[in-house]
């Protein structure tokens, strides 16, 4: 079994990100700028921001958090999303999701300026990646994308099973999976919380991406000897022995699902990472499109 390391690949990300950084200085041009919204007291959200406000410095970008309180009206939120989408210091942009039930999130998304939505999620981008034109492809699919590319696993022609549907992992995923492209070209089965027979289609699969948000989930009988499985979940589970009292699990039983695979991605380690360093990837394409 050979492990799927996001942490190392994207450390090795963020060096060329930063390398990159790095030219740009020399020849005298602005370095990317990322803005994000946090609205709320969320945790794991906050995290979540932090990490991405960290690996902007560790890279070389600038970067702006703003802050919001839990109770910030959707008027407030679309006008500070206006301020961003004009500032021309601002090259990319996100709102860390979810936002707070008072507020409507399409309504957010879609006031995001398409040309700064480093997330990717605006429906201008989404159809541009549904149709296989230049965009900004979200981080998560596009960071196991990278995964599979750096560890050369081989997706062509290959059975490919998605564990559901969201906006953010599981349609995506399946979309580029099955496009003409590097990375692509499999045949890709979605399955989500009506399938039936999950197991039968699951123990056919040379890939598994499982993004369904259940901790372990997938499990050893499930799975055929030899598979690639990539674990997009990460739940909290109470654990007193840790100093935090939890700890991270995916949405694969890992110990007994590595047994029967070739490659597997740790939680944490895995997908993580990878996410944070392809938003600085979007990011930097976007300074390089403005
Ligand atoms: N919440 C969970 N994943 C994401 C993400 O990729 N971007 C944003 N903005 N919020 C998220």
Redesign the pocket.
């Known amino acids: 079994m050979i492990l799927l390391d996001g942490k190392k690949t994207s450390a090795e990300l963020k060096q060329e990100i930063a390398a990159d950084v790095e030219q740009l200085k020399k020849e005298g041009k602005k370095v990317p700028h990322l803005a994000a919204i946090l609205v709320g007291e969320d945790g794991a959200?906050q995290t979540?921001v932090n990490a991405k406000v960290k690996a902007c410095k560790l890279v070389g970008f600038e970067s702006t958090l703003i802050r919001l309180p839990a109770e910030t009206t959707e008027e407030k939120l679309l006008n500070e999303i206006a301020i961003l989408n004009i500032d021309n210091d601002i090259d990319g942009f996100?709102?860390?999701?979810?936002l707070p039930k008072h507020i409507d999130e399409q309504k957010v998304l879609m006031a995001v300026d398409p040309d700064k939505d480093v997330?990717g999620?605006h429906p201008a981008n989404v159809g541009k990646m549904a149709l296989n034109l230049p965009t900004f492809i979200?981080?998560?699919p596009f960071g196991i994308l990278e995964l599979l590319d750096r560890y050369d696993i081989e997706t062509s022609g290959k059975n490919v099973v998605v564990i559901g549907r969201s906006h953010?992992v599981g349609s995506p995923m399946s979309i580029l999976l099955a496009q003409k492209r590097k990375r692509g070209n499999a045949t890709v089965t979605i399955t989500h919380s009506r399938t039936k027979n999950l197991k039968e289609i699951t123990q056919k699969a040379d890939i598994i991406i499982a993004a369904l948000g259940i901790a372990e989930f997938l499990t050893a009988d499930m799975v055929k000897e030899g598979v690639t499985v990539i674990d997009v979940g990460i739940t909290r589970i109470d654990d007193a022995s840790k100093k935090s009292g939890y700890r991270l699990v995916g949405d694969v039983a890992f110990d007994e699902v590595a047994e029967k695979a070739a490659y597997i991605t740790p939680v944490p380690g895995g997908v993580g990472p990878m996410?944070i360093a392809m938003?600085l990837k979007n990011t930097l394409l976007a300074r390089s499109r403005r």
């Open positions: 959200s979540y996100i709102v860390q999701l979810p997330d999620f979200s981080a998560t953010i996410t938003l």
